[in-house]
């Protein structure tokens, strides 16, 4: 039998009225709790609103009110999942709400140093270090244990990258181009430059994966990897994020580093030995044919095939795919045999670009800002980025054999955290209480709502 898929959790946060909000007037709020879950009413007392009050089902499994910390958020969403992630398991988070209602508040914070306003990320490395250093050190004091050992230590290696339009932004490799493809094996993989190398390799980089092994060190390199994101114009405030950002955030060791970095290796040497053996193999078959007037092939009986050629190049290749092979059986053999059921334990975090609603022909429509035309295919594929999310939560709630990943490529590179098994799921809507932003609160609301209910999270009472 397939196996099922947790459940999806929908969480909200209402952040306070500040100075971005065009209107001083609040929306009226309301939370209503049933047996499993809770529901949400919200009531516009503008007159331009057409729709004045929308409820929702029962579908959040808790509503944050504005005057909730970070802190506070943190312990109640992502700190119970610490232990999943510590049984090598992959814990999904992603913030979605339009553009400046608080999931850059949510997922990194505003402020770095003091505990109660770190955010969700930072909060999670900082207890996920903590667990890790308080596993028990089996150091043995014999010096020739000691190397082995010390390719036991464990540290948190961290991948940043935005998705947008078909590709993705390395924020670590100064926002390189990197193409989002599935291979021959099914798995989606997110790859860099390609870098020729001095002896005819040709390395292809993976997104580029910082090792830390302390929580002040991730904090730098994460802060210095989101200074970079893409800004531009949106609905709402200039530095608007335009892109999703994907923080992950992996437990891992230095002998799996080390046997990662050896699998890049070995595919940089098979790339020019395969290409060339392809070449000899095709021009030895071209010479030994020769083209008739009436455009007809016959074979040449003055050329021999130099199959001795053909077979020490595809030889050479063979044994590029051996040691390839080798060196990906190396990688496997690191959680086979490890020591740390944390191994390979993932938290991911995703800060969504903000979906962009106007309110055509109404007072809110004067929002609307001068966007170029770029802009405005960047807010068009935003909006189809996350109906497929949204179609993709909903498939992998339902259990469905076919869960549509290719139909975004935002959905392609979550696809591997999603399969995760051992894991957990959640998203946080992100709402403004202003009054002015009533059309997108309820669009985020009506999205969670039928996340929470295609998501089997709902509390049906
Ligand atoms: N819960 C909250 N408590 C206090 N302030 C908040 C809260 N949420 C957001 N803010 C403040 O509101 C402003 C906008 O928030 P933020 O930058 O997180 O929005 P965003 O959703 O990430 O926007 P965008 O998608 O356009 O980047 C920031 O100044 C932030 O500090």
Known sequence: MAERHSLFKVYARWRPLNASDSSASELERGVARHEKNHSISVSSTSSSNRLRTWKSGASFAEVFSECA????????????????????????????????????????????????????????????????????????????????????????????????????????????????????????????????????????????????????????????????????????????????????????????????????????????????????????????LIRQPDGRYIQNPEYKVNQALIDTTEAAKKECEVRLQAAQDAVANCFKTRRHACLGGKFVFVDLAGAEFFDQGTANSALRPKQTAQEQRQGRQINTDLFALKEVIRARAANQARIPFRASPLTMVLRSHFLATNGCSSIMLTLSPSDAQFVATVNTLKYGNLIGEAGGATGKD
């Not at 193409?179 to 390799?201: M, N, S």
């Not at 830390?212 to 989101?226: A, D, N, Y």
């Open 69 to 288: 910390l970070n802190s506070h958020v943190f312990g109640s969403v992502v700190a119970p999942t610490i232990p999943q992630v510590m049984n090598g398991g992959t814990c999904n988070f992603f913030a979605y709400g339009h553009s400046g209602s608080g999931k850059t508040h949510t997922i990194v914070g505003y402020n770095h140093e003091e505990e109660e306003y770190l955010g969700m990320c930072l909060a999670a490395a900082r207890d996920l270090f903590q667990a890790v250093n308080g596993i028990p050190n089996s150091m043995s004091d014999r010096p020739e244990c000691k190397e082995d050992e010390e390719k036991e230590e464990l540290g948190v290696v961290v991948r940043l990258y935005e998705v947008r339009g078909k590709c993705a932004y390395d924020l670590f490799n100064n926002g390189v181009e990197c193409h989002v493809r599935e291979g021959a094996d099914g798995q989606t993989h997110v790859r860099g430059q390609t870098e020729i190398l001095q002896d005819g390799k040709v390395r292809v980089r993976p997104i580029v994966a910082v090792p830390c092994w302390s929580f002040s060190e991730f904090r730098k390199t994460v802060l210095s990897g989101f200074n970079s994101r893409t800004t531009g114009s949106s609905s709402v405030h200039d530095e608007s994020s335009r892109a999703h950002a994907v923080l992950e955030l992996e437990v891992i060791n230095k002998a799996l580093l080390e046997a990662r970095d050896a699998v890049i290796e070995r595919e940089s040497e098979l790339v020019p030995v395969g290409k060339r053996a392809t070449d000899v193999h095709i021009a030895e078959h071209s010479k030994a």
